[in-house]
C-alpha cells in the first residue's frame, strides 16, 4: 500500500523522488512558484518538453507530459510529470489521481507532490484552501485504492496553516 508523508520544504530539494508531480495550465504561461523553482534548478529541460507538445498539439485538460530528466541537476527529482490543469474542467482530486496514476505507471517509486492550486490559485476553482487540501487528499485517496507501494510525499512550501491542515487530515 501507498506511503504518504508530509513535509516541509523546497519540493525539488526536500526528499530525493524519482519524479515531482505539478500542474501546467494549457497556455504555456509557466511562471508559477513551483515552475520557478523547477527551472531555478534544472534550467528549462522539463518544461522545454512540455513546450513542445504545445507548440506541437496544443495542451488538453488532464493530459499528462512525462518530462524526462536530460541534463544533470542539483535537485532530489529525476522526471516531472506535468498534468495539464485549465482550472475549469475537472476537480483538483481528478488531477492530482491522473498524476499519481501516471507516475505508477512509469515505474516510479517515490514521488513529491506540491501544493496545487494554492498561492495565486487559491480560490479560483476551489473555494477554499480547506476545500482545496481536502480536493488533493481525495486523489491520494483514490489512488491509494489501487493498492500501489509508491512513496508519496506532499510538500508544503511555507504555509504552517496548510501543513497543519494537512497534518490533522492525514492521520
Given at each position: 500500500?501507498?506511503?504518504?508523508?508530509?513535509?516541509?520544504?523546497?519540493?525539488?530539494?526536500?526528499?530525493?523522488?524519482?519524479?515531482?508531480?505539478?500542474?501546467?495550465?494549457?497556455?504555456?504561461?509557466?511562471?508559477?512558484?513551483?515552475?520557478?523553482?523547477?527551472?531555478?534548478?534544472?534550467?528549462?529541460?522539463?518544461?522545454?518538453?512540455?513546450?513542445k507538445?504545445?507548440?506541437?498539439?496544443?495542451?488538453?485538460?488532464?493530459?499528462?507530459?512525462?518530462?524526462?530528466?536530460?541534463?544533470?541537476?542539483?535537485?532530489?527529482?529525476?522526471?516531472?510529470?506535468?498534468?495539464?490543469?485549465?482550472?475549469?474542467?475537472?476537480?483538483?482530486?481528478?488531477?492530482?489521481?491522473?498524476?499519481?496514476?501516471?507516475?505508477?505507471?512509469?515505474?516510479?517509486?517515490?514521488?513529491?507532490?506540491?501544493?496545487?492550486?494554492?498561492?495565486?490559485?487559491?480560490?479560483?476553482?476551489?473555494?477554499?484552501?480547506?476545500?482545496?487540501?481536502?480536493?488533493m487528499?481525495?486523489?491520494?485517496?483514490?489512488?491509494?485504492?489501487?493498492?500501489?507501494?509508491?512513496?508519496?510525499?506532499?510538500?508544503?512550501?511555507?504555509?504552517?496553516?496548510?501543513?497543519?491542515?494537512?497534518?490533522?487530515?492525514?492521520?
Open positions: 500500500m501507498s506511503k504518504v508523508y508530509l513535509l516541509s520544504g523546497d519540493v525539488t530539494n526536500i526528499v530525493r523522488v524519482d519524479a515531482l508531480i505539478t500542474l501546467i495550465n494549457p497556455e504555456g504561461n509557466w511562471y508559477g512558484g513551483v515552475d520557478f523553482a523547477i527551472m531555478k534548478v534544472a534550467g528549462n529541460q522539463y518544461h522545454d518538453q512540455a513546450e507538445i504545445l507548440d506541437d498539439s496544443g495542451l488538453e485538460n488532464g493530459q499528462v507530459i512525462i518530462a524526462k530528466l536530460k541534463k544533470t541537476h542539483p535537485g532530489n527529482f529525476a522526471h516531472v510529470i506535468f498534468v495539464v490543469d485549465d482550472v475549469k474542467s475537472s476537480p483538483l482530486s481528478d488531477l492530482v489521481y491522473t498524476g499519481l496514476c501516471a507516475a505508477n505507471d512509469q515505474g516510479y517509486q517515490h514521488v513529491a507532490l506540491p501544493l496545487m492550486r494554492t498561492g495565486v490559485m487559491l480560490g479560483v476553482v476551489e473555494p477554499t484552501l480547506e476545500v482545496t487540501l481536502d480536493q487528499i481525495l486523489g491520494i485517496d483514490k489512488f491509494k485504492k489501487l493498492k500501489s507501494k509508491m512513496v508519496i510525499n506532499i510538500v508544503v512550501y511555507k504555509d504552517a496553516q496548510s501543513f497543519f491542515y494537512l497534518m490533522a487530515k492525514l492521520k
